[in-house]
Nanobody, 126 residues
């Protein structure tokens, strides 16, 4: 059973950077399509970025394109989300997710994910 644990959230000023990590255990993450989602208070969950299990496809929400970078470190069985030029509207709880042999469609919400982490809070405020 795959288990995911996020870390790296915190409070950062606008324009700052954070790097989120998602450590996987119980299975090799490189067989899974993986993604990052976020949910702000009173808003629906939003797909932020994803990588397909093959690594051939990577997609980003328009709101983060050019600022966020998703990557996976297969040797450490870990997924990362590098977030630069952070804006107050990036404030949310961020979740990593995985799906065995999953894809990464242009509409990230179109990919179902069976495995989820517990979330890490990111707050962008001065």
């Amino acid at each position: 059973q795959l288990q995911l644990v996020e870390s790296g959230g915190g409070l950062v000023q606008p324009g700052g950077s954070l790097r989120l990590s998602c450590a996987a255990s119980g299975s090799r993450l490189d067989s899974y399509g993986v993604g990052w989602f976020r949910q702000a208070p009173g808003k629906e969950r939003e797909g932020v970025a994803c990588i397909s299990s093959s690594g051939a496809s990577t997609n980003y929400a328009d709101s983060v394109k050019g600022r966020f970078t998703i990557s996976r470190d297969n040797a450490k069985n870990t997924l990362h989300l590098q977030m630069n030029s952070l804006l107050p509207e990036d404030t949310a709880v961020y979740y990593c997710a995985a799906e065995y042999l999953g894809g990464c469609p242009r509409s990230i919400a179109g990919q179902a994910f069976d495995y989820w982490g517990q979330g890490t809070q990111v707050t962008v405020s001065s």
